[in-house]
């Protein structure tokens, strides 16, 4: 349109360019009809929005696009597609060439930070063929709706790794067993290199031979993981609430405990006990976890220690093992809780699990050259040094704990459960 203003002007001066003018507007309204029946003469477009039935949160999920071109030409689609509110991306922008009658999916990923429910608006499609002087805009998938999942896709990684016999590829340890277990699994024929403490006399003496008895690991176990939902787990990493990251590992962590025969329990609380799921180790009780972990929230309050040292009182009788997911980032408010944490220890394996400051680490690390960046890197040295008090304050106490990064947390819990259980403590 500007070349055609621009050819009239000059033709003011040059008035041999004004018939060319309009011969130039007439081909290009010529153009522009053709184009429009050849867009606009069917519904030749066909896109869909494929969603998986859930999300799963700090992980990379896959949304396909499947689209059909019904023309019979070849033709160029500019995609937008509105992705819900949390994702707080208002650029989504993608162009695809898909020839004359055919079809193809195209696929993008998203990492979703918070659990929830996401909100997929409309799929836009601009279409336009090779002329490109119009585009047909196409509709499709209104609104859909997906559910964010604690990170099932991390929990599945473990499981796989487990059951191959490769949890070292992922930092897992091997623990040496200590000892035996307590709980008789069969009397067998003696071999070379059965422990002869383990022979069994009576059965010796009735089948003529020597006969042993075999252990194998105790099942059945009472374990808990017990998310504390207070402010200090609001605090962000990569995106992440520690909040999250507790619940991811809990779910890993679950599934491994269930794998092995234990029975696996849930307790979320703050300022007061929010949710309590008595342990278990039937085969749906892996979904009841993951349903309960989906609906657990961050609170803005303190959380009460003592109400948790109540319940777990009063309500779990039998020797258990609690992992208790929680942040201290000073040794004073570690202080105030010690007395419920050692009430709770007396009667339970209890494991304190809270987290590095990676923020405060890197700060550490930098080169300080003035004066304010000293000041800075030595109270952020101090923070470190107190963490380290603070496991040297636990451990004292006979409480078992993990000083962990958001990042390696489920790692370092796993290898804690298998060191408890390969020394028999539980």
Same mark, same amino acid.
């Given at each position: 349109?500007?070349?055609?203003?621009?050819?009239?002007?000059?033709?003011?001066?040059?008035?041999?360019?004004?018939?060319?003018?309009?011969?130039?507007?007439?081909?290009?309204?010529?153009?522009?009809?053709?184009?429009?029946?050849?867009?606009?003469?069917?519904?030749?477009?066909?896109?869909?929005?494929?969603?998986?039935?859930?999300?799963?949160?700090?992980?990379?999920?896959?949304?396909?696009?499947?689209?059909?071109?019904?023309?019979?030409?070849?033709?160029?689609?500019? @995609? $937008? !597609?509105?992705?819900? %509110?949390?994702?707080?991306?208002?650029?989504? /922008? *993608?162009?695809?060439?898909?020839?004359?009658? &055919?079809?193809?999916?195209?696929?993008?990923?998203?990492?979703?930070?918070?659990?929830?429910?996401?909100?997929?608006?409309?799929?836009?499609?601009?279409?336009?063929?090779?002329?490109?002087?119009?585009?047909?805009?196409?509709?499709?998938?209104?609104?859909?709706?997906?559910?964010?999942?604690?990170?099932?896709?991390?929990?599945?990684?473990?499981?796989?790794?487990?059951?191959?016999?490769?949890?070292?590829?992922?930092?897992?340890?091997?623990?040496?067993?200590?000892?035996?277990?307590?709980?008789?699994?069969?009397?067998?024929?003696?071999?070379?290199?059965?422990?002869?403490?383990?022979?069994?006399?009576?059965?010796?003496?009735?089948?003529?031979?020597?006969?042993?008895?075999?252990?194998?690991?105790?099942?059945?176990?009472?374990?808990?993981? @017990? $998310? !504390?939902?207070?402010? %200090?787990?609001?605090?962000?990493?990569?995106? /992440? *609430?520690?909040?999250?990251?507790?619940?991811? &590992?809990?779910?890993?962590?679950?599934?491994?405990?269930?794998?092995?025969?234990?029975?696996?329990?849930?307790?979320?609380?703050?300022?007061?006990?929010?949710?309590?799921?008595?342990?278990?180790?039937?085969?749906?009780?892996?979904?009841?976890?993951?349903?309960?972990?989906?609906?657990?929230?961050?609170?803005?309050?303190?959380?009460?220690?003592?109400?948790?040292?109540?319940?777990?009182?009063?309500?779990?009788?039998?020797?258990?093992?609690?992992?208790?997911?929680?942040?201290?980032?000073?040794?004073?408010?570690?202080?105030?809780?010690?007395?419920?944490?050692?009430?709770?220890?007396?009667?339970?394996?209890?494991?304190?699990?809270?987290?590095?400051?990676?923020?405060?680490?890197?700060?550490?690390?930098?080169?300080?050259?003035?004066?304010?960046? $000293?000041?800075?890197?030595?109270?952020?040295?101090?923070?470190?040094?107190?963490? *380290?008090?603070?496991?040297?304050?636990?451990?004292?106490?006979?409480?078992?704990?993990?000083?962990?990064?958001?990042?390696?947390?489920?790692?370092?819990?796993?290898?804690?459960?298998?060191?408890?259980?390969?020394?028999?403590?539980?």
């Amino acid at each position: 349109m500007a070349f055609f203003a621009l050819l009239f002007l000059i033709s003011y001066w040059f008035p041999i360019l004004y018939g060319i003018g309009w011969v130039s507007v007439l081909a290009f309204a010529v153009f522009i009809l053709m184009e429009m029946s050849m867009l606009y003469s069917s519904k030749g477009f066909e896109g869909q929005r494929i969603l998986p039935e859930k999300f799963s949160n700090s992980d990379s999920n896959e949304v396909h696009l499947k689209f059909k071109n019904n023309y019979p030409f070849t033709v160029e689609v500019a @995609i $937008i !597609d509105s992705l819900p %509110v949390q994702f707080q991306k208002r650029d989504f /922008l *993608k162009n695809i060439i898909l020839p004359g009658k &055919s079809q193809n999916t195209f696929l993008y990923e998203v990492r979703p930070v918070e659990r929830g429910e996401y909100i997929f608006g409309n799929l836009h499609c601009f279409v336009t063929s090779k002329i490109g002087l119009l585009r047909r805009r196409f509709i499709f998938n209104n609104k859909q709706m997906v559910k964010v999942y604690p990170s099932f896709i991390q929990m599945k990684r473990y499981d796989f790794l487990a059951i191959d016999n490769r949890l070292t590829s992922l930092g897992m340890k091997k623990n040496r067993r200590i000892g035996n277990t307590l709980e008789f699994e069969q009397i067998k024929e003696y071999v070379v290199g059965d422990d002869v403490r383990n022979v069994n006399w009576k059965a010796t003496a009735k089948n003529a031979q020597l006969m042993v008895n075999q252990y194998q690991d105790e099942k059945m176990q009472p374990i808990y993981s @017990i $998310i !504390d939902t207070s402010r %200090v787990m609001k605090m962000p990493f990569n995106g /992440l *609430k520690l909040m999250d990251y507790a619940i991811n &590992s809990a779910l890993a962590f679950s599934n491994i405990a269930l794998k092995k025969g234990d029975k696996v329990g849930l307790i979320d609380f703050s300022n007061k006990v929010k949710k309590h799921l008595p342990a278990d180790n039937k085969k749906k009780h892996l979904n009841t976890i993951l349903d309960s972990l989906y609906n657990i929230n961050t609170h803005f309050l303190d959380a009460d220690f003592g109400a948790l040292q109540s319940l777990v009182k009063r309500s779990i009788t039998h020797r258990s093992l609690l992992l208790v997911y929680t942040n201290f980032e000073h040794i004073s408010s570690l202080h105030r809780q010690l007395p419920y944490l050692q009430a709770i220890a007396k009667k339970h394996v209890l494991v304190v699990i809270f987290f590095v400051n990676t923020e405060l680490s890197k700060l550490a690390t930098l080169e300080a050259k003035t004066i304010p960046e $000293i000041y800075h890197q030595t109270i952020a040295k101090q923070f470190q040094y107190n963490k *380290k008090v603070m496991v040297k304050e636990l451990q004292k106490r006979g409480i078992q704990t993990i000083l962990t990064t958001p990042e390696n947390l489920t790692v370092n819990t796993i290898n804690k459960y298998l060191e408890i259980k390969a020394r028999g403590l539980l």
